[in-house]
């Protein structure tokens, strides 16, 4: 789909076995206690941040459905039981997984809106989110959402369209600061924004394309200069041409 990957909402997620989600959105075991034990040893550490890393990894190589819990336990040197610590079954993963991937770019369109200019609101968004998109979570969920529960993905795709409609309101304040050009459509300039960030993933290869916030900022830039406020001499020229 066009604009950002599927989140769910704190309130509307049904959230994994047993734990809950704090103020930034990432889950946590309620009760601290640790998580499974390796084969023949003692308790260890919670290791949930580690399962759901060991299993997007796995998800994104092999794909959801040829991928077994005992293939995530093995990786991770504990038992299969060790795993419904945490999750009923590997749908339940695939779904913290999906949730977990957009709680940063929910996290940062909350940040930007202490910042006063609007380039600078659209260049720290889309520096996270563009990372956000590349990263493996976002390529299990486009190619795996379909796994996923009727009720988890109706979710999923509210928040999407909230994070679409974050996009649209910095525009919209660049347009209200008069940063930018008030006749550009912009839901249009939102899609855009991060239909073009989403390309990333596609393309982008660090020792071809050098560093990735750089590539971001010039993507961003580009977007900018293309809402950006014209003088008023050069929208009489342009409408005089068309």
Not at 31 to 55: K, N, T
Not at 101 to 114: G, T
Not at 202 to 211: A, S, T
Request: charged share 35%; with cysteine.
């Amino acid at each position: 789909m066009c604009g950002v990957m599927l989140p769910v909402s704190q309130t509307e997620a049904k959230g994994t076995k047993g734990m809950t989600q704090d103020q930034t959105g990432k889950t946590v075991r309620k009760g601290g206690r640790s998580l499974g034990r390796p084969r023949g040893g003692s308790p260890r550490e919670d290791r949930l941040d580690d399962v759901l890393e060991v299993a997007t990894r796995l998800f994104r190589e092999r794909g959801f459905r040829a991928t077994r819990l005992d293939d995530i336990s093995d990786d991770l040197g504990v038992t299969r039981a060790a795993l419904y610590y945490y999750f009923d079954g590997k749908a339940e993963i695939l779904e913290e997984i999906c949730v977990r991937a957009m709680a940063s770019s929910e996290a940062a369109l909350r940040d930007v809106q202490v910042l006063d200019d609007p380039a600078e609101r659209l260049l720290s968004f889309g520096k996270v989110y563009a990372r956000n998109m590349s990263s493996d979570a976002a390529r299990v969920f486009f190619r795996d959402n379909g796994e996923l529960k009727a009720s988890s993905r109706r979710a999923l795709m509210a928040r999407a369209r909230a994070i679409n409609e974050g996009a649209e309101a910095i525009i919209r304040y660049g347009i209200e600061h008069g940063d930018f050009a008030d006749d550009i459509d912009v839901r249009h300039s939102a899609l855009g924004f991060l239909g073009m960030l989403n390309s990333l993933a596609e393309w982008y290869r660090p020792n071809r394309d050098g560093d990735f916030d750089d590539v971001v900022a010039q993507m961003v830039r580009l977007i900018v200069e293309g809402v950006a406020k014209r003088p008023a001499k050069t929208r009489k020229r342009r409408a005089a041409k068309s």
